[in-house]
Structure formats: C-alpha cells, structure tokens
C-alpha cells in the first residue's frame, strides 16, 4: 500500500538505482487476499520499477532486490544489489488475441507508464511476470512464498496496481469468452431441436462411464503450478465421477443424490460418439458455426431471455453475447412471468441441461429433487447469490439450500480430485467393484440400468 511507503527508504533506493526509469507502488497478494511472502516473511509492498531495457524489477519498499535462491524459492539482495540476470517481463495474456502480448519479432509492446496511463488493462484480465534471461515465471505457492517456475503462473492486476495471484488459465477464460459469445436464445433453441431427439446412438450408464476414463476432468489443468497440483495429469472424468459419489455416500446423502454425482457430467461422452460416427449430422459438441467452443465442458450455467445476473461467472464478457441489446431479452424478467418457476426457464445449453433432459427422455424415476439438484446445481448465481428472486417460485426457494450444499459437495470433491497431491487415478478394478456392488443397483432401482438412448 501507499501509506506504507517510507520516503526515507525510497530515498536510499533512488540513490543506489538512479539510472533505472520510473517506479510504481504495489502489492502482491495469494488469491485469498493474504500477503505474498519472501522466505516466509511477509511483504507489505512493493516497487515495480522499469529499467532502460523495458525489463522491470521488483524491489522492496526499503530497496531489496527480489532474486531467485537458486532451488526455485526466492530471496532479497540488500539495498545497493545490480542485477539484470531476474529482470521480468510484464506480460499481459490478451483475453482478445488469444495469444500473449509481449516485445519480440514486432507484436505488441508497451512502456510500463504506456501500459499505466491506458488503466494497466482490465482488472480481470491475466497478466505474468517473466524472465527473459531464464524462461522461468513468478508464483506463488501454497503457503503464498514467492517462487520462480519454468510453468507459466498467472496474476490479475487492478488499477492501484494490487497483483493478486489466480489459478485461472487463459484457456479457462478463453472458453467463458466464447461461451457468452455463442450462448444466446437462437442458440439454446437450436441446441434443443437438434440433441432432444437423442439419435446419437445408445448405451447404458456403464458403458459411458467407461467411454470417461479416457477424458480428463480438467481440460484448463496446469501440471505442477506453484505446487497447487500433483506433476501428473488430472483425473479423468470417470475417476472424479466415483470420487463425488463416493464423497456424497462417504456423507450420508440419499441414493439419488449418490446417483446424480456419478452421472452429472456424463455428456462429455458425446464427444466419443460424434467422433465415431459416421453421419456428419451427428455432430454432438461443437455446433452451427460455433467449431471452437465446446458445451459438454462443464460450466456455470445461466438463465437465458433476461438481464444476466451481475454475479454471472466471467460477466466482464457480457457486451458480447448476442442478446445483450435485444429489449426481449435485456431487462429483468425478459421473457418470463413473475415467479414461473425455474422448471420453466430456458437455461444456457450446458452438459447438466443435456443429461436432465436425457434422463427425462428415457423414463429414468428419479425424485423430483433430484432433477432439480441435476439441472440447477450450475445456476450458480441462483442459488449462490440470491439472483432471479423475482422469477423463481416457493418451490425452487424450498430446494435451493439442499441444490446450494450438492454444489459445494461437488466442488470439495473436484478440488480434492484434481489438487490433491494425493490424489490418484482409480483402477479398472475398483471402478467395477463399485458399480457392481453399489451404483449399478441404485441405477436399477431408478430405471437407469438399462440401455438408453443419447
């Protein structure tokens, strides 16, 4: 912060770094908002300061210079230290390029000043700090002690210059960006027309999950960032299906619920099926001009027809979709009565809205909870933040706590499956014991244990 800044200090640094260019105050913080540390001790502030070569470096308040230990962590030299060999880039990874914008062979550079007085980019966009002697990026660890890695590590940075450290990833954000692109009305519309007729091809529940064992449950996974994850792959999708079922047994929730876990993100075997079929009809995934964003990843979802909701994931790319300035579709209420019901909502075209209508289609007698936990469990800004009060019904008020608790359960377990150090892959074995001797009795006891169409 500014206010901890002390004049007396800056005046030393300036004296031992007078030929370097201007310098900016900021902070370093972990995404949970805690101070970013140096050898376990905290750093209130920071000085960015831009050499002449457009390289920056980071200095404490009191002049220490940050520098690699030569193990990965990091330490500070004293006050008077030179050195060019941990110089960064400031980097910013364009949400609109789709590629990174830094000096080199012509593309896009700017001054640090430039880059300041054009607002430093916008809050949510991701930004990396890099060495250009070494290849290597700042990050952050656990225990939020700065650290230096070959693996890109990302910051968000807002206009008083606060570096907050994220595991978000380009491509993450690259896909919510094309999902508020292709996800309007028109779009839903076309999706419902084509996949409610379920003429993809048949299988039962075991033979999908099957089919997932092939397919990572994380498709915006970065291997061994700042000691978040293990250094292997993710899971796949059916190892973290299991997981979630198991946590939802392990915590005594109903069979139903158990049920829903295992088969909730089921539709990205869709993307099996378009790849094996032979009827370019049967296109499953990527759709009607839309070739580069794919729905059977699973994503918040959000109600279509109205104003989407300030809490909507990733709104900052809201001006580009479709229905943004269309008067049906952009007030609060849009298409809907006051209080319909969400039963009655046209919801973004996601892979939990694939499934419910799946299940629905093929006669599978699931409790009413159930469904509803299924279809509304990624509405996050529904039943997280209290939006679409005024079109939900007493009904959906009754279920929205349990549908909040699924959410956060599904959520332990995805975090504890993909970053957990301990967490492994699980067998062929274990995954037909388990289906054997538990899930696929649930899944007859429902109507779900036979074939089913797709």
Known sequence: MINAFDPSAAFTYDSACQNNGIHIFALMLSAMRELAKVENQCIDSWLIVECQDGTIELRTTDGRLLQQDGQGGCKLLPIHSQSSSYNFQLLRVSDKLDKVLWNRDGEYSTTMRQQHDQNFGKEKELWMLRSPSHGTFLGLTLDNNLIISSEASFWQVDENFCLTHTSDSPARRQHYRRMWKTQSVAYVETMRKKHLAFALGTMTIEMALDLTQHLLANLFFRS??????????????????????????????????????????????????????????????????????????????????????????????????????????????????????????L??????????????????????????????????????????????????????????????????????????????????????????????????????????EW
Request: charged share 25%; glycine share 6%; hydrophobic share 35%.
């Open 347 to 452: 919801l973004s075209w996601t892979s939990n809205e694939y499934m419910y209508h799946m299940l629905k289609h093929n006669n599978v007698r699931l409790p009413t909870e159930a469904y509803a936990i299924l279809r509304l469990l990624p509405v996050v800004d529904w039943h997280k933040w209290g939006n679409h009060e005024s079109l939900s019904n007493e009904g959906d008020e009754e279920v929205k706590p349990f549908v909040a608790d699924v959410y956060e359960l599904f959520k332990r377990s995805r975090d504890a499956a993909i970053c957990s150090r301990s967490s492994t892959e699980m067998s062929e074995s274990e995954c037909r014991e388990l289906l054997t001797n538990h899930y696929s009795l649930i899944a007859n006891k429902y109507g779900a244990g036979g074939i089913l």
């Open 224 to 345: 061994g960032i700042e000691g978040m994850c293990h250094d292997t792959r993710p899971p796949s999708v059916r190892t973290l299906l299991f997981h979630t079922a198991e946590l939802a047994r392990k915590e005594g929730h109903p069979d139903w619920v158990q049920f829903v876990a295992l088969i909730h993100g089921l539709a990205s075997v869709l993307t099996c099926l378009r790849s094996n079929s032979s009827n370019p009809s049967n296109v499953a995934s990527k759709d009607d001009g839309n070739s580069d964003f794919d729905w059977t990843i699973p994503v918040d979802a959000r109600v279509m027809g109205c104003k989407a909701s300030e809490n909507s994931i990733f709104q900052e790319f809201r001006t580009l979709n479709p229905d943004q300035d269309d008067p049906r579709y952009n007030t609060t209420n849009g298409l809907y009565n006051e209080h319909i019901g969400l039963e009655d909502f």
